[in-house]
Structure formats: C-alpha cells, structure tokens
C-alpha cells in the first residue's frame, strides 16, 4: 500500500524567512509526487512535480522540492517567504499502475509579519 | 477554457435530506475523481469515474453514497439521508488520461453542512 506523510501540521514563520514542508512517502513501485497548495475557501492548485529526471523541481513562485530516493523524502522549501503563501499545503504520490493520487494531511503555513 | 465547475459552492441540507453534488470535468477530459475533504484532515479519495463507468470506488462509504457521471451532462455525487458527519468539503478533480501522473485539476469544491 502506498502512502503520504506530512510531519507537521502547521509552520508558523515570520514574512521573508525561509520555510521547509516535509513530506514522507511510502510505496514499493516507483512513484510520481505532487505538492498542492489550497487558498483559503478554494480549492488545490498544483504547485509542481516530480515524474522524472531532475530531482530538483521548482515552482513559478519560488518554491521547490527535492526528491529523495534513498530517504523517501519531497519536502518543499522556499528561501524567503512572503504573507501571500499563506495557505495549506498537501503532499501527494501516484504511480504509473495506480488510478489514483493519494494525499498526505496537510501543512498549514501561517506567515506572520 | 473553463476549469473544473462544481456547483453549489455551499449546501445546506437537514438530517435525513438528500445532497446532491454537480461537477462539470474541464472540456476535454474523460476521468473525474471525487475527494472529500473533513474538517482539520487531508483529502481522502472516494470514487473514480470515467463516462458512464466507475472505475475504483474502494473509497465510498458503502451506504447512502454513490457517483455516476453519464454520457451526457456533469458528475453527480449523490449522499442520502445525510447525517451530521457528512459535513466537509467535496472536491471534483478531473484529467484529460487515464494515467494520473500529470495531475489533477480541481475545482473550488462544495462545502456540505448537515444541521
């Protein structure tokens, strides 16, 4: 059985402070891994991925995750946040044979000024 | 190119009244998928849905819920005789292959309160 892990469930920082999400995964078959970030009273918005090659992904936004094989790690970074990243952030991994995405629990980053 | 429409954004229903849940899938993509979203948890997926096909229910209650998504005309999840703890956030997700290692596109979601 595959499945998601996100160690804490809320990071509060301070504006212009860098942040680190983690995300845990578990699975036998080589998967494909999403982080999703959800606004308040919206819904998710995919952030980035990692399918293949590098294992360094980034977002449009400054955020990027790193794939760790060895670790069965994804955690999210960003250098420098800023009060508009405020949101929940989920963690999530499919794989080639499955039909579905499965989700972790969820991060909430608060941004505080 | 509109995205994923589910609507109504809010319902409120009465214990024992019947909810039902539209989601329209983008233009071009066959695959709907339905996630339920409970107050301070993650998403936990509940059924996979291709043109008048389900696909993987293995996560729907086994009474009272049930999806369909026909040939003509959005996706309905359909909860009867609700009770308290239906109350959460149901989200439509859509994509254009059966594959889902491209993602998903989600809609904003209809939030559900049972009173």
């Known amino acids: 059985a595959q499945s998601v892990t996100q160690l804490d469930s809320q990071v509060p920082v301070f504006e212009e402070a860098p942040v680190e999400l983690r995300c845990n995964y578990s699975?036998?078959?080589?998967?494909?891994l999403f982080w999703y970030v959800q606004y308040p009273n919206q819904g998710l918005q995919l952030l980035l991925k990692?399918?293949?090659?590098?294992?360094l992904v980034e977002s449009i936004n400054g955020f990027e995750a790193e794939f760790n094989k060895s670790q069965t790690s994804f955690h999210l970074r960003k250098p420098s946040v800023h009060i508009s990243d405020t949101a929940e952030y989920f963690c999530?991994?499919?794989?080639?044979?499955?039909?579905?995405?499965?989700f972790g629990s969820g991060t909430r980053l608060s941004i505080r000024p | 190119n509109a995205g994923v429409m589910q609507n109504p954004r809010h319902l409120v229903r009465r214990r024992g009244q019947e909810a039902r849940l539209r989601c329209s899938p983008m233009?071009?993509?066959?695959?709907v998928y339905w996630y339920r979203q409970l107050p301070e948890e993650g998403l936990k997926f509940m059924v996979y849905?291709?043109?008048?096909?389900?696909?993987?229910e293995s996560g729907m209650p086994k009474e009272r819920f049930s999806a369909e998504f026909p040939k003509e005309g959005p996706s309905i999840l359909r909860i009867q005789q609700v009770v308290r703890g239906d109350s959460a956030a149901y989200f439509c997700?859509?994509?254009?292959?059966?594959?889902?290692?491209?993602?998903?596109?989600f809609g904003s979601g209809t939030r559900l309160t049972v009173v």
């Open positions: 997700a859509s994509s254009p292959r059966e594959s889902a290692n491209y993602g998903y596109t």
């Open positions: 699975s036998s078959v080589s998967v494909y």
């Open positions: 990692y399918l293949s090659g590098s294992t």
């Open positions: 999530a991994l499919t794989s080639s044979s499955a039909s579905k995405i499965i």
């Open positions: 233009k071009g993509h066959s695959h």
């Open positions: 849905l291709q043109k008048e096909n389900i696909i993987d």
